[in-house]
């Protein structure tokens, strides 16, 4: 079974192409033009054991950063195909120095999004502004359509607070995709 996926999304506003591998070994190439987001996404790559390539331009960073999120979920949702034999559930509960942070995710094929980062600053983190991240996160749901928790518990810095939700999801992605029988992980024999 080959778990890859391409997607090219282009618009008036953006360009964007991700390349995934879910079989991978965290292998990843990144260009937003956002170094926080470029770090956050190779994280994710990294302990997923996704290989994840992006490149990414545009004309503001708003639609950039969201039709990131709206690629790489289709991207993910493409690569994931039928979702036969898959774990389809993952969670992860990361600390991040003085954050913690869980997530639970259900590759079901619908998206509902509980979102709560706790970020104190209501303007950037490091290149990125946090209502970006946002919807960042909500196109990613959206577009991968899947169930997502994302919740930080503590913690003092912001930067750590989104590192931490980040490794979380991508533990998270790393359990739900793993194969484990030769069925759809479904009573209704579809997801």
Known sequence: MDRRAEITRETKETKIKVELNLDGKGASNISTGFKFLDHMLTLLSRHSKSDLNIKASGDLAHHI???IGIAFGMCLLKALGEKKGINRY??????MDETLARCAIDFCG???LFLKLELKEECNIE??????LNHFFNSFAENAKMNL???V?????DHHKVEAAFKALARSIKEAKKIISNEIPSTKGVL
């Open 65 to 67: 950063i969201e039709d």
């Open 90 to 95: 993952g969670s992860a509960l990361i600390p």
């Open 110 to 112: 619908r998206k509902a």
């Open 127 to 132: 290149d990125v502004a946090i209502e970006d």
């Open 149 to 151: 928790h994302l919740q």
């Open 153 to 157: 518990l503590y913690g003092e810095n």
